[in-house]
Nanobody, 126 residues
Framework: QVQLVESGGGLVQAGGSLRLSCAASGRTFSGYGMGWFRQAPGKEREFVGA????????YYADLVKGRFTISRDNAKNTVYLRMNSLKPEDTAVYYC???????????????????WGQGTQVTVSS
């Protein structure tokens, strides 16, 4: 079965940067879209960014557009989220997820995803 493991979270000052990684194992990685979501205390899990199977198309939530960059290396079965200019409101647990084949949901919607990692904590101090 598919397993996803996030890493790279931690504590950073506002304006700083972090790079999150999501390593996949199990089933074939390269044929599926990948997404990043985050969840802050007391809030719903929200979309951050996504990348299609080939890496040729990326999608971002408006709140992170221009600051975050998603990429993937299919040979390494890994997807990355580079976060720049971090703000305190970016504080959350960040989750990676693997999409299923197209099922009617967009990659910005939770319904596209079947497999989820355990999450990694990102804390941004002011």
């Amino acid at each position: 079965q598919v397993q996803l493991v996030e890493s790279g979270g931690g504590l950073v000052q506002a304006g700083g940067s972090l790079r999150l990684s999501c390593a996949a194992s199990g089933r074939t990685f390269s044929g599926y879209g990948m997404g990043w979501f985050r969840q802050a205390p007391g809030k719903e899990r929200e979309f951050v960014g996504a990348i299609n199977w080939s890496g040729g198309n990326t999608y971002y939530a408006d709140l992170v557009k221009g600051r975050f960059t998603i990429s993937r290396d299919n040979a390494k079965n890994t997807v990355y989220l580079r976060m720049n200019s971090l703000k305190p409101e970016d504080t959350a647990v960040y989750y990676c997820a693997r999409a299923d084949y197209y099922n009617g949901y967009g990659l910005n919607e939770r319904g596209s995803y079947h497999y989820w990692g355990q999450g990694t904590q990102v804390t941004v101090s002011s």
